[in-house]
C-alpha cells in the first residue's frame, strides 16, 4: 500500500461515528470485564492474527526492518544469538 502525499480527504459525521463506535467496541473489547474463559479465546485469536499477518507479510516486514538497519548512522548492536524465524522467500 503507498501512501499519497495528497491531504487525506475530511471524514463525514456518519464516518466518525462508525470509528467512534469501532473504538468504543474495542475499548469494551480490552478494558470491559471479560470471563476467565473468554479472555483466554480473544487472548488466542489475537495471537493467531498476528502470527498469521506476520507470516503473510514475512518478506515485506523483513525488507522494511533491513532498510531501517541499512539507513542508521549509529551502530547498531545484533544479537547473533536470534535465530532468523523469517527467510526473504515469498509465501508460496
Keep these: 500500500m503507498k501512501l499519497s502525499k495528497r491531504a487525506p480527504r475530511r471524514q463525514s459525521r456518519a464516518e466518525k461515528?462508525?470509528?467512534?463506535?469501532?473504538?468504543?467496541d474495542l475499548l469494551e473489547?480490552?478494558?470491559?470485564?471479560?470471563?476467565?474463559?473468554?479472555?483466554?479465546?480473544?487472548?488466542?485469536?489475537?495471537?493467531?492474527?498476528?502470527?498469521?499477518?506476520?507470516?503473510t507479510h514475512a518478506s515485506a516486514i523483513a525488507r522494511y526492518n533491513d532498510s531501517l538497519v541499512a539507513h542508521r548512522s549509529i551502530a547498531i548492536d545484533i544479537d547473533t544469538r536470534q535465530l532468523d524465524l523469517f527467510t526473504n522467500d515469498e509465501p508460496f
Design 17 to 24: 461515528r462508525v470509528v467512534q463506535a469501532a473504538i468504543e
Design 29 to 55: 473489547l480490552f478494558y470491559g470485564p471479560q470471563s476467565d474463559e473468554a479472555a483466554a479465546h480473544i487472548g488466542e485469536f489475537l495471537s493467531r492474527l498476528a502470527l498469521r499477518f506476520e507470516e
